[in-house]
Structures are given as C-alpha cells and as structure tokens.
C-alpha cells in the first residue's frame, strides 16, 4: 500500500467522532482508536514497515509501552530484525516483578515506538523507565501526532520525534482549542 492509502484506511477503521476524553485530560471531537488500526494485519504490516525505515543508524533495541504500543513495536521488530522490549504502565506485583519485559543492556540505543501521541506524556513516562534502566533512548516515532503539543515536549527532554502520519494526513481537522485556532 502506499502511504495515502494506508491514512485513508486508518482513518476509515479507526477515527471515531463526538466527544472523547483523552488520555491527556484534553476533550476531543474526534478519537483515533488505536486498537482498530493495531488490530488489523493488512494496517499492522504496513506501520513495521514504515516503523523500521525510520529506525536510525546505530539503534540496538525498539520499545513500545502496554497496551497500544506492543503489537507497534511487535510489527517494526520483525520488520527491522531488532529486538524490542514492552514497558509496562507499573511494576507487576509477581513473579519477576519487573516494569519492563525483554533484554536491555545499559547503554542500548533505543527507539521507542508510539500509537498516538498527543502530549506526549506517555511516551516521556516510558522513555524515563528506559533511561533509569540505563537505555540511551534517542527517539519517540508514532504511529499518528495529533499535533498537540507531543513534539515540543518531547524534544524538550531530549529525545528526538517523528511520526508516520498526522492528523492532516488522515484528512482531520485539528481541534480548535488544541492549536489555538
């Protein structure tokens, strides 16, 4: 598929209109349902695809965070032949008792993998998981940026951000409290 098509096909799956909280605590006239997209083997593909072609140069390990990232990451692992790891949103309270699940080795150059970033406040908690387990994280790519602000912050912590698609690229129209419109 080509990149046109694959918008238009996670835009006809997965946005859902009327009026959605957001992770965020932001209020939105439009939702893009991760696992709708996620979920589909013809869309999941495609986004390894696209993941891994935008992994750069140097990077040891790939990562995404429970749950809407692990079938992300999953796909660009096997597209791009590194191994990922699964951040969990909080320790497991059994067993090994640990926040991140995979092999890390200090100073693993890592590209965490997003579904849809709006803040970006997610992917900051996830990359501060990595970091403190001694990853050098070195970007945020996402599957969709709302265009809300997650650019600027996580640049802002150091970490650089590219996404596959924005919301223009899904044909939606930004909501006008979020750019100030």
């Avoid at 349902?33 to 979920?39: E, I, Q």
């Avoid at 809300?148 to 650089?160: D, K, L």
Wanted: with cysteine; net charge neutral; charged share 25%.
């Amino acid at each position: 598929m080509e990149r046109a098509q694959i918008a238009a096909e996670i835009a006809k799956v997965a946005l859902l209109r009327g009026t959605f909280t957001l992770r965020s605590g932001k209020t939105s006239h439009y939702y893009l349902d991760k696992y709708l997209f996620s979920t589909r083997p013809e869309i999941l593909r495609e986004l390894g695809t696209m993941f891994a072609a935008r992994v750069p140069a140097g990077t040891t390990r790939l990562a995404g965070a429970e749950l809407g990232g692990i079938p992300l990451v999953s796909a660009a692992s096997m597209a791009s032949g590194l191994p990922c790891l699964f951040v969990r949103n909080a320790k497991k309270d059994y067993g090994t008792s640990k926040q991140l699940e995979g092999k890390l080795d200090r100073g693993d150059r890592v590209v965490f993998v997003e579904d849809v970033a709006t803040t970006g406040g997610q992917a900051l908690e996830a990359v501060k998981v990595l970091q403190e387990a001694g990853a050098v994280v070195t970007h945020v790519i996402c599957t969709i940026d709302r265009q809300e602000g997650a650019r600027a912050n996580v640049e802002a912590a150091g970490v650089a951000f590219d996404a596959l698609f924005t919301v223009a690229d899904l044909g939606i129209t930004p909501d006008p409290a979020a750019t100030g419109r």
